[in-house]
């Protein structure tokens, strides 16, 4: 009886530790974390981006200056 105990207790523990996720090797993980890695520097780069681009638009605008017209029509050539 103390041994049919003994077996089911290591039977649930075995179950019951592996059942909460799939396995993994760690070729996956270190995959994963890469993933995860790029991701972030993708985020990083197209926050930097738009940020650039707007302080381009601000010194071009205070290159023009706040009154400056607007650029004239080209001319359109004669028929």
């Not at 077996?7 to 396995?23: I, N, P, R, T």
């Not at 926050?47 to 681009?53: C, F, M």
Request: with cysteine; charged share 30%; net charge positive.
């Amino acid at each position: 009886m103390k041994h049919a105990l003994w077996f089911s207790l290591v039977g649930w523990l075995v179950l019951g530790c592996h059942h909460d996720k799939e396995a993994e090797g760690p070729m996956e993980r270190a995959g994963k974390h890469v993933d995860h890695a790029a991701e972030k520097t993708g985020q990083a780069l197209e926050k930097a981006a738009h940020k650039t681009g707007e302080a381009f638009e601000k010194a071009g605008k205070k290159l023009k200056g706040n009154d400056a017209p607007p650029p004239a029509p080209s001319p359109k050539p004669a028929e």
